[in-house]
């Protein structure tokens, strides 16, 4: 019984020139790990933003401290307190609070304090803002549950307790934010899918490159009887591992760098915890909580791409491989 034919009977584990593709494979595959995990943090956020947009309001009670039963309007208010109307000691304000806290689906109503309105308008009203406090609405934020009840039943009940009160949702800026994190997650995945082109095209000048320095080895066994599938088979065996090591260096590049993002991010993170630990002298809590400010899907992604890099280069250098030797007689 003849001894089995070696695995690589052409020759191709002794091409020099391959030997720079899994450098250039790793490039590529760096941009195609930062563009996809880019593409995933923004559906993260886009997905928070929406859930915390969409369970608070806000409530703006104009002439706050008039009595409860009072319109908004200031001769009306002056004529009716002149006839004794209106609940005693409840202000507009309060008779708005407590509507609101009485709505099931309302976790929390408070009313925000007239020095925090003053401080977050100082920088638009500057001195002014003293001055101009008399005439501010008052301000309450509501806090959704589980489930938030219907805008049209809290402006019904807000409408009733005080008349001229507003209650704003954020669904328009909520719709901005997810049709530009839409826009920057298309980009992503361009981006990504671009990169991975760049891949198979470094994998098709490597493979020609090894053709024309074998054309006479493949013409010879061919004519000996191999076929187109078991030479492509060869070719796809050699450059899907030089491609599944280019995946490696492009998972051991891309994951310092999405670390050092991930701490760049963490102040604006919503978790006061892994905002502590980020801050903290200790290398390896700031590596962990780096970490665990990335989406978990990310490192699925990044597990996933050296295997998939190996089978771009696997498939693409099959099929360059068997383009060439249809060519052959």
């Excluded at 019984?1 to 695995?7: C, G, L, S």
């Excluded at 200031?74 to 609940?87: D, N, Y």
């Excluded at 905002?275 to 962990?288: E, F, H, N, T, Y």
């Amino acid at each position: 019984m003849p001894p089995p034919p070696p695995r690589d009977v052409l020759g191709l584990a002794r091409d020099h020139e391959a030997r720079l593709l899994p450098w250039l494979v790793a490039f590529a595959g760096l941009l195609a790990a930062l563009a996809l995990a880019g593409a995933i943090a923004v559906d993260a956020f886009a997905t928070r933003w929406e859930r915390g947009a969409t369970a608070h309001l806000t409530v703006q009670v104009p002439e706050p401290d008039a009595p409860a039963a009072a319109p908004a309007t200031g001769e009306a208010r002056v004529g009716q307190r002149q006839a004794g109307q209106g609940q005693e000691g409840q202000t507009r304000l309060a008779a708005v609070l407590a509507a609101l806290r009485g709505i099931p689906g309302v976790a929390l109503a408070e009313p925000i304090p007239r020095a925090r309105l003053l401080a977050l308008l100082e920088p638009w009203l500057g001195g002014e803002g003293s001055t101009l406090a008399q005439g501010l609405p008052g301000v309450i934020e509501v806090t959704a549950g589980r489930t938030m009840p219907a805008i049209a039943e809290l402006r019904a009940a807000v409408e009733a307790a005080a008349p001229g009160a507003v209650v704003e949702g954020h669904g328009v800026w909520v719709r901005r934010l997810l049709d530009l994190a839409a826009s920057l997650r298309a980009i992503a995945l361009l981006a990504a899918a671009a990169a991975l082109l760049v891949c198979a095209g470094l994998v098709v000048f490597a493979v020609r490159a090894s053709i024309a320095a074998h054309r006479e080895d493949l013409a010879i066994v061919h004519g000996l009887g191999a076929s187109d599938g078991w030479l492509a088979r060869r070719f796809a065996r050699r450059f899907g591992v030089l491609g599944l090591w280019g995946g490696v260096l492009a998972l051991a590049l891309a994951v310092p760098a999405l670390l050092a993002l991930a701490l760049l991010a963490a102040p604006f993170a919503s978790e006061p915890a892994s905002v502590a630990a980020a801050g903290s002298a200790d290398s390896l809590a700031r590596l962990r909580a780096a970490a665990l400010l990335l989406p978990p899907s990310i490192w699925a992604v990044l597990a996933l791409l050296p295997a998939a890099i190996g089978l771009v280069s696997a498939v693409t250098a099959s099929i360059t491989a068997r383009l060439w030797l249809r060519r052959l007689p």
